[in-house]
């Protein structure tokens, strides 16, 4: 029988030869031992796949993969494909744990929690202009209580922020991944609002580790996080539609747990149109105003807020407060 460690780390690598080496080394120096990295070098030009390979030589623990360019979503499908551990952490090739203790406390966790799917933590961003390190505010310390259900956990997750659109910072069940196939849509902007749209879908066993050692770098220059545009904003709307259209297969209860989820996502719509560099799309606007009606499903304090905004000032008004307040 082929040995399977705890964890399966996939980092997607494309031209980060400057900051590589700051990732791969705060996998190497963790005190848990139990993993296995899969470096996925997605058509790089720069040195990024000698240096990924420089790791492999020195630990039997790193695998490279090399693959042409084909985007985020491709190389995390196939570090899916390829991870033979029992749970999937995603690590950004430019970002770093900086707690070597980081992996031993969350497998801690999760032998106190066998029966988990999913484990959500924290993050810290980084802004590297000005050497800033921004703690993420949310209380990630919340523990389960017994006799608590699947569903009144993640109602409190989302009521507080704690289920956020992000693979970064979820330990995930890979047999849980593999055999509901979660894998990344390819060709898409914001891939991991659509993944995390689908792991919430199937109603998993969730718990929270109180950590915020995932080090989100920021400000980083030719970063396709860094810019958000009309091709971006297009695919936020496609998901947010496509979600009001399966949730009419859903229980009530459920339901109102999955659309909340994605009424926080419609935020980022109402904020970004007002955008300087999309205000005067009239076409962004109309569809965005027409799916008003997910701000009902406001398990979310954000969602709530901004709901009883909209009912006294307005769509319009509303979205251009929203977007002054986030700048």
């Given at each position: 029988?082929?040995?399977?460690?705890?964890?399966?780390?996939?980092?997607?690598?494309?031209?980060?030869e400057?900051?590589?080496?700051?990732c791969?080394?705060?996998?190497?120096?963790?005190?848990?031992?139990?993993?296995?990295?899969?470096l996925?070098?997605?058509?790089?030009?720069?040195?990024?796949?000698?240096?990924?390979?420089?790791?492999?030589?020195?630990?039997?623990?790193?695998?490279?993969?090399?693959?042409?360019?084909?985007?985020?979503?491709?190389?995390?499908?196939?570090?899916?494909?390829?991870?033979?551990?029992?749970?999937?952490?995603?690590?950004?090739?430019?970002?770093?744990?900086?707690?070597?203790?980081?992996?031993?406390?969350?497998?801690?966790?999760?032998?106190?929690?066998?029966?988990?799917?999913?484990?959500?933590?924290?993050?810290?961003?980084?802004?590297?202009?000005?050497?800033?390190?921004?703690?993420?505010?949310?209380?990630?310390?919340?523990?389960?209580?017994?006799?608590?259900?699947?569903?009144?956990?993640?109602?409190?997750?989302?009521?507080?922020?704690?289920?956020?659109?992000?693979?970064?910072?979820?330990?995930?069940?890979?047999?849980?991944?593999?055999k509901?196939?979660?894998?990344?849509?390819?060709?898409?902007?914001?891939?991991?609002?659509?993944?995390?749209?689908?792991?919430?879908?199937?109603?998993?066993?969730?718990?929270?580790?109180?950590?915020?050692?995932?080090?989100?770098?920021?400000?980083?220059?030719?970063?396709?996080?860094?810019?958000?545009?009309?091709?971006?904003?297009?695919?936020?709307?496609?998901?947010?539609?496509?979600?009001?259209?399966?949730s009419?297969?859903?229980?009530?209860?459920?339901?109102?747990?999955?659309l909340?989820?994605?009424?926080?996502?419609?935020?980022?719509?109402?904020?970004?149109?007002?955008?300087?560099?999309?205000?005067?799309?009239?076409?962004?606007?109309?569809?965005?105003?027409?799916?008003r009606?997910?701000?009902k499903?406001?398990?979310?304090?954000?969602?709530?807020?901004?709901?009883?905004?909209?009912?006294?000032?307005?769509?319009?008004?509303?979205?251009?407060?929203?977007?002054?307040?986030?700048?």
């Amino acid at each position: 029988m082929e040995y399977s460690p705890l964890f399966s780390i996939i980092i997607p690598v494309f031209n980060v030869e400057k900051y590589i080496n700051e990732c791969l080394d705060s996998v190497y120096v963790q005190s848990f031992k139990d993993y296995e990295v899969i470096l996925v070098n997605d058509g790089s030009s720069d040195k990024s796949g000698q240096i990924c390979e420089s790791y492999t030589q020195n630990d039997s623990r790193f695998n490279v993969i090399h693959q042409i360019n084909g985007g985020l979503s491709a190389a995390r499908n196939k570090g899916i494909i390829e991870a033979k551990g029992l749970f999937l952490l995603f690590l950004d090739s430019d970002d770093y744990w900086n707690d070597e203790n980081f992996l031993a406390g969350l497998a801690k966790l999760i032998a106190f929690n066998p029966e988990t799917d999913v484990v959500n933590f924290g993050w810290t961003k980084y802004f590297q202009l000005k050497d800033q390190f921004v703690e993420d505010t949310r209380n990630y310390s919340i523990v389960q209580k017994i006799g608590t259900s699947v569903g009144e956990m993640i109602i409190w997750m989302i009521e507080n922020d704690l289920f956020i659109a992000s693979a970064c910072n979820k330990c995930i069940r890979t047999e849980f991944v593999k055999k509901n196939q979660l894998l990344f849509k390819l060709g898409i902007r914001s891939e991991d609002m659509e993944w995390c749209g689908k792991v919430l879908y199937l109603m998993p066993k969730m718990v929270c580790y109180n950590s915020k050692s995932y080090i989100y770098r920021q400000q980083r220059a030719n970063s396709i996080t860094a810019t958000v545009d009309y091709v971006h904003v297009q695919n936020i709307i496609t998901m947010v539609k496509n979600a009001l259209l399966l949730s009419h297969s859903l229980p009530e209860y459920t339901k109102n747990i999955y659309l909340s989820y994605f009424a926080v996502q419609y935020l980022t719509l109402i904020y970004n149109i007002s955008s300087k560099e999309l205000r005067t799309n009239l076409n962004l606007y109309k569809e965005t105003h027409e799916m008003r009606g997910i701000l009902k499903y406001d398990l979310n304090k954000k969602v709530k807020i901004v709901r009883k905004v909209n009912t006294f000032l307005g769509f319009r008004l509303t979205s251009l407060l929203l977007y002054q307040y986030i700048r």
